[in-house]
């Protein structure tokens, strides 16, 4: 916490040791005034002394549509689509392997990117509803349909990817708590290169798993549970099929969460491509197919709206998001983050996890400001001002 930051904190606490409540000088759009790094060789995080923007404008756009609240639910649609896309993977890793004996290994690559990449990046969609049980109401159907989109990955994802990024949620962007962040080792062998930050990105499933084992944390039941499913379900596809099929499943994996339109919202949620704003949002024609995931901004702030009603809030609380920079080609995404020497893994927003407590203690959401809103609308996109923040 920067020096101003404290002597401000010791200057507004009351006699009984409490911290005057302020309002936070971030709102309507809670973007901060942080700046991106303008050198090339920086191999350091951004840093911010402010907690995690969602909740905020979550509570400011409630307290200004209220019918926001309606949007909640569960879409089981959702198990409907992953159980269509399940057999379907199933069918080409049973084509591929007996019937398709003789296709040489490189038309199997062609299809396990085109038609399995693909699929898989879906897979990784359905389990992220899922894991915010906005699939069912009971969490152990959502748990149940995670794992059976899971079958034809190879590897057990759902459970895990449940617990750690349901944690990235909580602890967005605090330094040792946020699964999601690059891990030290990444900036520092990746750092802005481009050849490099190609083999990160055909990796990032690789990265990904390496996240979730470098937190230490003992495996809890389900995932135990993901585990045995998986080398079962491996064990009975070698038996019954062949390696073949497997190997396809496998590959198909490492496309759809590695170079692939599908993976690119992977890099365009958090990595840092405007300053002061650390989500992004995607509004392109992949999220027809890929259930809205790109609405990251409007997933951070309501994570309770499943994905069929996800734009009804764009629409609803267009004042909110209008204003942030959004990306609208994935394919570009990816070209951007690989050419650019200004982006790599350490382009990220980083906050203390004292910062991130006092952020939202200290600094709550000016709701009673009906009257003021009047005189002080929401900034508009080409006249937008910093808003004051602390930094480091």
């Known amino acids: 916490m920067s020096p101003h930051a404290t002597e401000t904190h010791a200057a507004d606490t009351h006699a009984a040791g409490a911290p005057v ?9 809670y973007l901060g005034n942080w700046k ?3 050198k090339e060789d920086v191999q350091h995080f951004v840093h911010d002394d ?4 969602h909740r905020k404008r979550q509570k400011a756009i409630l307290a200004k549509h209220p019918e926001v609240r309606d949007l909640y639910g569960n879409e089981p ?3 409907v689509i992953g159980l269509a896309v399940t057999v379907v993977q199933f069918a080409v890793a049973y084509a591929v392997g007996c019937v398709w004996k003789d296709m040489h290994w490189a038309a199997i690559v062609a299809v396990a990117y085109a038609v ?4 898989s990046a879906l897979f ?30 190879v590897v057990p994802i759902s459970q895990s990817f449940r617990r750690y990024h349901l944690e990235h949620h909580q602890f967005q962007g605090v330094e040792g708590m946020d699964p999601d962040l690059p891990l030290d080792s990444e900036i520092k062998l990746i750092h802005n290169n481009p050849l490099l930050k190609t083999l990160w990105v055909f990796c990032y499933s690789v990265m990904y798993v390496a996240r979730g084992a470098a937190m230490k944390k003992k495996p809890q039941r389900w995932e135990l549970i993901n585990l045995w499913a998986m080398l079962m379900v491996d064990v009975l596809i070698v038996k019954f099929w062949s390696v073949r099929s497997l190997a396809y499943l496998a590959v198909s994996v490492f496309f759809g969460y590695g170079m692939h339109p599908g993976a690119a919202h992977f890099i365009q949620e958090h ?14 024609s992949g999220n027809i197919f890929y259930l809205n995931i790109g609405l990251h901004n409007e997933h951070h702030d309501f994570p309770q709206i499943p994905w069929t009603r996800i734009w009804k809030l764009r629409r609803i609380a267009t004042e909110f998001y209008d204003p942030l920079f959004a990306h609208t080609s994935w394919v570009y995404v990816i070209y951007k983050f690989i ?3 200004m982006l790599g893994p350490q382009s990220r927003l980083v906050r203390m996890y004292k910062a991130h407590l006092s952020g939202r203690k200290e600094y709550r959401v000016p709701l009673d400001d009906d009257a003021a809103s009047a005189k002080k609308p929401l900034l508009s996109a080409s006249g937008r001002k910093n808003v004051k923040s602390k930094m480091h």
């Open 77 to 79: 649609l959702t198990a």
């Open 116 to 119: 399995g990449g693909t699929i």
């Open 50 to 53: 402010f907690d995690e923007p």
């Open 21 to 29: 409540v302020h309002e936070d000088p971030r709102h309507p759009l």
């Open 124 to 153: 990784g969609v359905i389990i992220h509803e899922a894991g915010h049980n906005l699939v069912f109401k009971r969490p152990l159907l959502n748990r149940l349909t995670g794992m059976m989109v899971n079958t034809p990955m």
């Open 271 to 284: 990595y840092i491509f405007r300053d002061g704003q650390e989500t992004y949002s995607y509004y392109g």
């Open 36 to 38: 991106r790094s303008s």
């Open 339 to 341: 050419a650019s020497p």
